[in-house]
């Protein structure tokens, strides 16, 4: 199974994300199982790979702007 491995960096902190095919045309993207983080983040889906990161980034991206600092 191909696994495509995304880091992105938001509001300071650094995110792994893994994105694998459900079928050829579908991607699940989820953050990759660290010490630490929270695993019950629902997964994301895009036709590729790079649109499935980039909906779970844009969902980080917004529930971070959201936190209060």
Same mark, same amino acid.
């Not at 995304?6 to 660290?34: D, F, M, N, P």
């Given at each position: ?19 694998? =095919?459900? !079928?050829?045309?579908?991607?699940? =993207?989820? #953050? ?7 695993? =019950? @983040? ?8 790079? #649109?499935?990161?980039?909906? @779970?980034?844009?969902?980080? !991206?917004?529930? !971070? =702007?959201?936190?209060?600092?």
């Amino acid at each position: 199974m191909d696994i495509h491995r995304y880091e992105e960096e938001i509001a300071g902190r650094t995110y792994h994300i893994e994105v694998h =095919a459900v !079928s050829q045309e579908q991607w699940r =993207a989820k #953050l990759a199982r660290r010490p630490g983080m929270p695993t =019950a @983040l629902m997964p994301f889906y895009g036709k590729t790979p790079e #649109l499935a990161a980039r909906e @779970l980034t844009n969902w980080l !991206s917004l529930v !971070s =702007a959201s936190r209060p600092r």
